[in-house]
């Protein structure tokens, strides 16, 4: 089965940075656009950034833009989510996510068949 577990996730000061992992299995990789999503307390799930399963094209929520960078390595089944400048309102638990094979990435949630299990990232003032 679809298994997407992320990993890199911790506790970090207000202006580092993190990346995150997400290895995924099961599935035909090069054939599924993939996307980080994440979840603070009290709060909805909310894009992060995604990336197109042919060409590579990357999608960025305004927030992130500029700071986050999206990328995938389909030799080795992972997708990459680096994390600059980081802020507080940054800390939420990351979820990584794919779509059904051959979609386009979305900003929507309902988009995606498949989710990790997420990580915690956590930024301190």
């Known amino acids: 089965q679809v298994q997407l577990v992320e990993s890199g996730g911790g506790l970090v000061q207000a202006g580092g940075s993190l990346r995150l992992s997400c290895a995924a299995s099961g599935l035909t990789f090069n054939r599924f656009s993939l996307g980080w999503f994440r979840q603070a307390p009290g709060k909805e799930r909310e894009f992060v950034a995604g990336?197109?399963?042919?060409?590579?094209?990357?999608y960025y929520a305004d927030s992130v833009k500029g700071r986050f960078t999206i990328s995938r390595d389909n030799a080795k089944n992972t997708i990459y989510l680096q994390m600059n400048s980081l802020k507080p309102e940054d800390t939420a638990v990351y979820y990584c996510?794919?779509?059904?094979?051959?979609?386009?990435?979305?900003?929507?949630?309902?988009?995606?068949?498949?989710w990790g299990q997420g990580t915690q990232v956590t930024v301190s003032s």
């Open positions: 996510a794919a779509t059904g094979p051959y979609n386009d990435p979305s900003s929507r949630a309902g988009e995606y068949g498949y």
């Open positions: 990336i197109r399963w042919f060409g590579g094209n990357t």
